[in-house]
């Protein structure tokens, strides 16, 4: 991604000359732990960015939307606010923002430079220290001002909780149109919140499951088209398309390892049963990891690549298992009654994310490596399909509702309180979040 | 037999098959062949697509989770069997099909499995296996939309589909 975003934004922080300094200050009173168990969201000011047109509002309106969707803030409406602020460069009047308890305070300006180039300035205050905790300036192209906005949000973000944010990410997904048993799917790519929906397919072969690159614009799904269901990938930027591996019978449920230099996917075998084999994208070689007369599928990396989770119904029906990369020690992990798949490793390392199926109901949860410490997160008709914020705090996933027709996309937070729909112009399936932009 | 023009010049033998095609399709209570499922239009020439679909069965269905080919669907296999052995012009792709009440990437699986169980059902009755492909839309292809049991019991399918007829 770095290649593809470079030239487009330059950030550089902010000093402000007159009473405040932008060192971190190591006793700011501003701060949310995120570790407690029931995190009470901070309440937090995002005024208007100084601007000449509408621009500057906008942007805000993107950075507010992004904190408030976390879980972890809350903006506060405009509407109580006392100071009006006509200078970003100077302090603002703590006391008028501690009275309608703005803990935190966002000012700041979006100008336009000779070259075209948007000029954004903020700066992130803490208001019952009165001091500045963040001062930034961002370039971009104008049409990157919703970028920015996500850019600022993590920098809040990651001041105000001490980790990493994830606004500044994309989703890629299946965008699907049409009668249940005719439906149209097609790729789609939009950032993390549902705006700037583009279209990488054209909907005439059924495709699926697409997953991102940890390093490239790159995608890697399933297509059926020419017949014959297989593993592509795809350049987002360029279109360029390409089969992954010349195998003879079908393959599907890939997934990238985290140097995204290989495929990991199932390869069916003539038998009908299926077996996981990683495939590597320089030398074109593949490995064999799996080889049992079971359905062995939906292999996902630990983010150290040492490691695969992955579905397996060789017990009967369908659970976890966890192996090492090289196939070795092939381990059960769940155990708590029901069917488990779809184990995604967390980008922490420490967490498996699932799709449970028990009591004609479809969970989302979590549990531990060792399979200990199952959380259920969200329970409903049908949902399945998560996939983890690079931060490792939110999942995605889809859900769809009894007689609702089709599917939507949610996210939700580790604690199952903070569960969000995700926009969508049509039903949408098969998400899968980017890493962080560069 | 050529086709339904071919025969119409003899009325007896045209009143003599529609008898024989109404006997057959009254005789096939069990939902397991297509003309219960609403694709009948009338009489089909032996030997062609149709007949196939309406008086023999195209498809069969599976229990939840299940590939093995239950008793119900071994009858109809066998009748499979045996007109694709009259009939040796057709090449054959076997669709295998899962319900809703699964995962994606895991019912991908189920559905291939069980077109191969049903493949290797149909060469163990004499089909040559080099007729025969498989293909899996895993859940990707209901043909019952509803969110029930009555549904799902439906699409839990391998379906028997004729290619490359007359060649």
Known sequence: ???????MLTAAALTLGVNAVAVLPAHALVEIDVNKGNIEPLPIAVTDFLSSDALGAEITGVIAADLQRSGLFAPIDK???????????????????????AQALVTGRVTQEA?????????????????????????????????????????IYERLTGEKGYFDTRIVYIDESGPKNQRVKRLAIMDQDGANVRYLSNGKAIVLTPRFSPTRQEITYMSYEGGEPRVYLLQ??????????????????????????????????????????????????TTRLTNSNSIDTSPSYSPDGS?????????????????GADGSGQTRISFGGGS???????????????????GGEFQIGVMRIDGSGERILSTGFQQEGPTWAPNGRYIMFFREAAGSGGPKLYSIDLTGRNEQPVPTQNYGSDPAWSPLLE | MRGIAAMTRNPLIVALFLTLAIAGCANKKTPNNAADLGLAGGAATPGSAKDFTVNVGDRIFFDTDS??????????LTRQAQWLNQYRQYAIVIEGHADERGTREYNIALGARRAAATRDFLAARGVNASRMKTISYGKERPVAVCDDISCWSQNRRA?????????
Do not use: C
């Open chain 1, 115 to 155: 070259d075209g180039r948007l000029r954004a300035e903020f700066r992130l205050w803490d208001t019952f220290a009165g001091e500045q905790l963040l001062g930034e300036q961002f370039f971009a192209n104008k049409a990157n001002a919703r970028r920015i906005a996500h850019i600022i949000a993590d920098a």
């Open chain 2, 67 to 76: 590939s093995v080919i239950r008793a119900d669907a071994q009858g109809i």
């Open chain 1, 1 to 7: 991604m770095k290649r593809f975003f470079q030239a």
């Open chain 1, 307 to 323: 490691r695969v989770v992955f579905t397996s119904d060789r017990g009967g029906q369908p659970q976890i298992y966890v192996m």
């Open chain 1, 340 to 358: 488990y798949s779809t184990p995604v490793w967390s980008p922490r390392g420490d967490l498996i994310a699932f799709t449970k199926q028990t």
């Open chain 2, 159 to 167: 379906v028997t589909t004729l290619s490359g007829a007359g060649s």
């Open chain 1, 79 to 101: 509407g109580a606010f006392i100071e009006k602020i006509s200078n970003p460069d100077a302090a603002p009047r703590f006391e008028d923002w501690k009275v309608i308890n």
């Open chain 1, 236 to 285: 987002i930027e360029t279109g360029q398309r390409e089969l992954v591996g010349n195998f003879p019978g079908m393959t599907f449920a890939p997934r990238f390892s985290p140097d995204g230099q290989k495929v990991i996917m199932s390869l069916l075998r003539e038998d009908g049963n299926s077996n996981i084999f990683a495939m590597d994208l320089r030398s074109r070689t």
